[in-house]
């Protein structure tokens, strides 16, 4: 049974998730699904890269991955249908699918939307589930749309560097508000370079070792490690980090919302510095 994960931002609230499946079922029902999260943050573009990423590595070659996320931030003709390292991913033209990737697609073709059909999830996904359906028989990407297609291209959210320093951004909050930032491992000890180091958030906060497991430390003590996706993560031994230390994952499109909140004294934090000396 060929394996398709399942990523979106409609939540668990009402029948979506499972009219997806549904749809998805009637075209083509070998297909074995499997949810990856429904949960993403609206608009949230560095949070679905981190997330979406992250699941798709650790999937075997030849899965497919419908990634239904902010499907109306762009009026488009098209859907994009991409093959990359042996996977296949349905996804809309809103940039994230380089974030993704972390760079271009090895293959990418525009899956036209007909002028007729009404603009929704539902009909998106039978879009996407034919799509799979016909490459599942052994037709090829190219078959199934145009490979003359410019396509929305955005960077994946990188950390700043300096020569003693190294910036991140705060890009998920877990499910025990463990805060990961977009810092990895090797980024870190690249530019570490042996030196020692102060991990310094909330303007005073200071780890200055990296834990290998969160009892390294004793309970509602913070620490620091590389999570299993090699991400740098803040955390509170069985606290939660991101609510003590105000800490806020980062979105573009939140500004508006962060200059709000700290007019009303609600001060949020989304970013986290590594100095060197």
Request: glycine share 6%; charged share 15%.
């Amino acid at each position: 049974m060929p394996l398709l994960t399942l990523t979106s931002d409609i939540g668990l609230q009402d029948f979506m998730p499972a009219a997806i499946k549904g749809q998805i079922m009637q075209i083509d029902s070998s297909f074995n699904i499997i949810d990856v999260t429904h949960l993403l943050s609206p608009f949230n573009y560095p949070q679905a890269a981190y997330v979406c990423h992250n699941a798709i590595t650790n999937f075997p070659s030849g899965t497919f991955h419908l990634i239904m996320i902010n499907l109306f931030d762009e009026k488009s003709n098209h859907l994009l249908l991409v093959q990359h390292n042996g996977h296949y991913i349905g996804c809309a033209d809103n940039g994230l699918i380089t974030m993704i990737l972390g760079e271009e697609p090895q293959k990418i073709v525009a899956i036209p939307i007909e002028n007729s059909l009404p603009k929704n999830v539902l009909n998106f996904t039978k879009i996407f589930a034919a799509a799979f359906a016909k490459i599942n028989t052994g037709i090829a990407l190219e078959q199934l749309g145009s490979n003359n297609v410019t396509y929305k291209i955005q960077n994946t959210l990188r950390p700043m560097l300096g020569n003693n320093w190294i910036e991140g951004q705060i890009i998920f909050i877990d499910n025990f508000e463990n805060v990961i930032i977009n810092i990895t491992k090797k980024d870190f000890e690249t530019h570490r370079n042996g030196r020692k180091f102060s991990i310094v958030f909330k303007r005073d906060e200071i780890i200055e070792k990296i834990s290998e497991t969160y009892s390294d430390v004793s309970e509602g003590e913070k620490l620091a490690l590389f999570n299993s996706a090699g991400y740098l993560e803040i955390a509170i031994n069985k606290g939660n980090a991101a609510g003590l230390f105000g800490l806020q994952s980062y979105a573009e499109k939140q500004q508006k919302v962060m200059q709000v909140q700290f007019a009303n004294n609600n001060i949020f934090y989304q970013t986290v510095k590594v100095f060197f000396e």
